[in-house]
């Protein structure tokens, strides 16, 4: 089988029928035309499209369907809920998932500053976590506020 080469060009502006020409005595044969432009709208579609983060506690079904909760990402969120509860700085909640061995979702340690952009989610989530029979011995260790 004979070896073909190729070579693609990029042109500023169109072709001319004497560039076309040269090619053709020069031995090249033309096999395709690319043709490009603005998409109408493109750059319309490129801001509307947002990419949203998985919210934490959940994760995306086995069967692809929806999201389902994450028992893992749950444990940390009541563990996180517990000590916070009890009045523990970050740091020392931080300190605790670390012993624990929980790591973040990308894999690193615990910081205060990663919990405390987790706080929103905390307070999203915190009433589903914990079931009425749960809640109800929480409950009983809340400091009682006057």
């Known amino acids: 089988m004979a070896q073909k080469e190729r070579i693609?060009?990029?042109?500023?502006?169109?072709?001319?029928?004497?560039h076309l020409v040269e090619r053709?005595?020069?031995?090249?044969?033309?096999v395709a035309i690319d043709w490009e432009r603005?998409?109408?709208?493109?750059a319309?579609?490129?801001e509307k499209q947002?990419?949203?983060?998985?919210?934490?506690?959940?994760?995306?079904?086995d069967d692809c369907t929806g999201l389902v909760e994450s028992q893992t990402e749950r444990q940390i969120i009541i563990t996180a809920l517990d000590m916070i509860v009890e009045d523990c700085p970050l740091?020392?909640?931080?300190?605790?998932?670390?012993?624990?061995?929980?790591?973040?979702?990308?894999?690193n340690a615990w910081t205060p500053s990663a919990l405390f952009t987790l706080l929103p989610r905390m307070i999203q989530v915190g009433p589903k976590v914990f079931r009425s029979e749960e809640w109800?011995?929480?409950k009983k260790r809340l400091p009682r506020v006057v």
């Open 50 to 61: 947002v990419v949203e983060e998985i919210p934490y506690g959940l994760r995306v079904a």
């Open 8 to 18: 693609r060009e990029t042109l500023s502006g169109l072709p001319t029928l004497e």
């Open 44 to 46: 319309e579609s490129r």
């Open 136 to 138: 109800e011995t929480r």
């Open 91 to 107: 740091s020392q909640v931080a300190a605790e998932l670390n012993r624990l061995g929980h790591t973040t979702r990308d894999g």
């Open 38 to 42: 603005e998409a109408a709208g493109a």
């Open 24 to 30: 053709v005595e020069a031995g090249w044969k033309l």
